[in-house]
């Protein structure tokens, strides 16, 4: 049968003939399509409008983050230093304008120049006067024991030495002290006191003091009691001394009358961290005079520094000091400029390239650099330096130097 031909045919998987579809109504088809078709457009549109807006507001971010990475970075000044350092370091100048000194060959001066100063020891006060000051030393002036500092009351108050100020009346009855032993010593080098030396006062002691106070300090009556006053002296570690400052003024009280120092000039030196690290106390050293003449010596100290000087956080410096045991050489100069020259220990013989230490160029690190005049044109010039000493420095190694050079200095 015709129907059961077509369902068998439909089972065999064979097509079916088109006209056995069903068809549906007219119209619908092309109208869902055509719907289909606005509605992509529509959207299209609205995506590409979306991705038109995000592209301007990325294109504007991009450009406000150049404009603040150029003004943050400067690319133009690195581009600048990028095409400096791409030039050779040849360049051309003008030559006539610039201070230079010639390259010389030889043996560097083996020694440390040092500027330096004749000096006295730091300066101390006397202790305040406990009553009116009616006469002042002259700066500069040189006092021995027992002779004038100042006058106090109208009577003279004089000078004694000793490790320690005296701090109480010395009388008949006291008990021993160091303190009677330090008036005693005094009293004997001034030819009062005839005993030895010692903690106990005495009838010796108190005629002693009398007898002081009726020849050098010219008491009279009452006043030569033999009994010790301590403001009736001025005490300094040691004797003679140096008037330095005069600090008071006639009539005030209760004030330093002077400061001063000891009459001995020692050499004083400034020097760097690096100098104070090589130098020792007994190298050899050479002092020059302001008169040109040469004392050979050697350091007696030399001082880190780095101490605490009360004022503001500073620290000392770096200081290397020569004593002069014969003061005959130096007293006629007082204080004064000098220099100070301390050989090299470790120099070398053999000859090099000597430039002056102000030609030098601190490059990174430990290299150097000199600039060379070579006709009109500036040249820099690598070099590796040995010993420094003076105002030269001795060059190890370089790139094209030669003897006659000239190299600019600063």
């Not at 008036?183 to 009062?192: H, I, K, P, T």
């Not at 301390?342 to 053999?350: G, M, T, W």
Request: glycine residues 10%.
């Amino acid at each position: 049968m015709p129907g059961r031909r077509r369902a068998c045919d439909h089972r065999l998987g064979r097509r079916l003939p088109l006209r056995h579809l069903r068809r549906p109504a007219a119209g619908t088809l092309t109208g869902t399509l055509i719907g289909a078709n606005t509605m992509t457009r529509t959207e299209a549109r609205r995506f590409s409008k979306r991705r038109r807006i995000a592209a301007i507001v990325i294109a504007l971010v991009a450009v406000i983050g150049l404009a603040v990475t150029c003004t943050v970075m400067k690319p133009w000044t690195l581009i600048g230093h990028m095409i400096s350092a791409g030039q050779q370091s040849t360049q051309k100048i003008d030559v006539t304008t610039l201070r230079a000194q010639p390259v010389t060959k030889g043996v560097l001066n083996a020694e440390t120049r040092l500027g330096a100063t004749l000096q006295y020891d730091d300066a101390s006060d006397f202790a305040a006067a406990t009553g009116i000051i009616t006469q002042l030393p002259v700066a500069g002036k040189q006092i021995g024991t027992g002779e004038q500092v100042y006058e106090m009351d109208g009577v003279p108050v004089v000078l004694f030495h000793g490790e320690r100020p005296f701090w109480r009346t010395l009388d008949t009855g006291v008990t021993d002290g160091p303190d009677v032993a330090q008036l005693e010593q005094n009293l004997a080098e001034l030819g009062y006191f005839w005993g030895l030396p010692d903690n106990h006062f005495d009838a010796y002691t108190k005629e002693a003091i009398r007898q002081w106070q009726l020849y050098s300090l010219g008491l009279t009556g009452d006043a030569a009691n033999g009994v010790f006053q301590p403001s009736a002296v001025a005490v300094a570690p040691a004797a003679p001394i140096r008037i330095k400052t005069v600090s008071a003024k006639l009539g005030e009280t209760n004030v330093s009358p002077a400061s001063y120092t000891g009459v001995t000039l020692h050499a004083q030196s400034t020097i760097t961290s690096a100098q104070a690290a090589t130098f020792k106390a007994g190298d050899k050293a050479q002092v020059i005079l302001p008169d040109n003449t040469a004392i050979d010596t050697t350091l007696t100290a030399v001082d880190q520094g780095g101490q605490p000087t009360g004022k503001d956080g500073q620290t000392t410096s770096p200081s290397a000091r020569i004593d002069f045991p014969d003061q005959t050489k130096v007293a006629q100069f007082g204080p004064t400029t000098i220099q100070i020259i301390v050989p090299n220990a470790n120099a070398a013989n053999e000859e090099t390239l000597i430039v002056p230490v102000t030609a030098l160029i601190a490059g990174t690190g430990d290299s150097y650099a000199v600039e060379a005049i070579r006709g009109d044109k500036l040249e820099r010039i690598k070099v590796e330096i040995g010993l420094v000493a003076g105002a030269q420095a001795q060059v190890t190694k370089s790139d094209g130097l030669k003897v006659g050079d000239k190299v600019v200095v600063s």
